[in-house]
């Protein structure tokens, strides 16, 4: 039966869709079977950041409204066989997706997945809490900085009260993965460290995902930084991370850059 | 006048943001999230008192911390001195 995960943060632009995609991946590659969804109605980027942007036929409306089959709105990663992608739609109205419908799709996704990963939108409304309805787990997004924080907590607050878990009582897994991550600005007491955004959000910690340019470079070819820099510091945090997530205990570490240099440029020269 | 010397005399600024961070999410967790759970209790122990002594409604207050992973309840309610006491005091 598959877990199903939301990646949600209340802030936009913090890493929602980059930690979906980069996490979906390396669970890929470890040989579980994922699909990753978009919920961002209107603004879809998954499918761009996954670089499956020209294969987009169907989308979750089209599914909802029995305009397509599940098994055609998913498309296969072109790289890792056991990764797929339900797109979000692009044209069509919000009011589109409906409750009913979503819990059908996702009831029909844990059928075939290990993990379903929930692309959530940004904001505390209706998309985002049907993004979040259906999870087991949650990954709240969350950069060192002060409304990210406050908006994670506001999330912390609905994951708790708003969601199916909830709602029968039972409790949701929530962790926190802190992105955007500048080891030496939080040394220099410039910017909220570890510690501090633990302290104050005290929910168990998933991962640190440092700033690195990798991410850029990744969106800009299409490939989660997962697969396209997997000795990146971003790509090893995000490893680890999903070792967290299928329950293994591993060491916390900001990994850095400046470490896997001598490897990148090998890494590159040979391929 | 900025000068180079600003960048030595500059302060760190994350301890500011944690101590602000902390202040607006103790309020802010004790009104949002909450507020559903505080409306029923405090309907819930209005009824319980009411079965005993007549109190104002504006007498009860209902607050829900969070700390951590737990909450603290504090439940605040002004009680009239019962009639037989006020009697005894009188005689
Ligand atoms: N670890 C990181 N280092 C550098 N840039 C990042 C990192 N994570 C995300 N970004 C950048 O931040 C921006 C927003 O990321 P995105 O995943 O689209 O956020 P969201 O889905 O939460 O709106 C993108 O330009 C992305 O490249
Ligand atoms: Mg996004």
């Known amino acids: 039966m598959a877990k199903v995960v939301v990646v949600t943060s209340g802030k936009g632009g913090v890493g929602k869709t980059t930690s979906t995609a980069a996490l979906g991946a390396a669970l890929a590659q470890g040989g579980e079977r994922v699909a990753v969804v978009d919920f961002d109605v209107g603004l879809r980027n998954l499918d761009l950041i996954m670089g499956a942007e020209r294969r987009v036929v169907f989308d979750m409306i089209n599914v909802i409204q029995g305009e397509a089959k599940l098994t055609q709105a998913l498309i296969r990663d072109k790289r890792l066989e056991s990764l797929f992608l339900l797109p979000a739609s692009q044209t069509r109205d919000k009011d589109a997706l409906t409750g009913e419908g979503v819990a059908r799709v996702i009831a029909e996704l844990r059928q075939s997945f290990d993990w379903v990963l929930c692309d959530s939108p940004a904001g505390i409304e209706r998309g985002a809490l049907l993004a979040m309805h259906h999870a087991d787990i949650a990954v709240v997004v969350t950069n060192p900085e002060v409304s990210s924080v406050r908006d994670s907590d506001r999330i912390i607050g609905m994951l708790d009260s708003k969601t199916e878990r909830a709602e029968r009582g039972e409790r949701i897994e929530r962790h926190l993965l802190l992105t955007r991550y500048d080891q030496a600005r939080a040394e220099r007491g410039d910017m909220l460290k570890v510690e501090d955004v633990l302290d104050i959000l005290s929910i168990p910690l998933l991962g640190i995902i440092p700033e690195s340019q990798e991410v850029l470079r990744a969106s800009n070819v299409g490939a989660p930084v997962t697969l396209n820099a997997p000795v990146s510091a971003p790509a090893r945090a995000y490893t680890d991370a999903v070792r967290r997530l299928r329950g293994e205990t591993v060491e916390m570490s900001i990994p850095s850059d400046r470490v896997g240099l001598v490897a990148r440029l090998f890494g590159r020269r040979v391929a | ?91």
């Not at chain 2, 500011?16 to 309020?27: C, D, G, K, T, Y």
């Not at chain 2, 009824?47 to 439940?75: C, F, N, P, W, Y």
């Open chain 2, 1 to 91: 006048m900025s000068s180079i010397l600003d960048l030595f005399r500059r302060r760190p600024t994350a301890n500011l943001a944690r101590e602000r961070l902390q202040i607006l999410l103790s309020h802010e967790r004790a009104s949002a999230g909450q507020e559903g759970l505080i409306i029923t209790l405090r309907e819930e122990i209005l009824a319980v008192i009411a079965r005993h002594v007549v109190v104002d409604r504006d007498q009860v207050q209902v607050k829900v911390e969070r700390t951590g992973e737990s909450s603290i309840l504090e439940i605040d309610v002004t009680m009239p001195i019962p009639r037989a006491k006020l009697r005894a005091a009188s005689c």
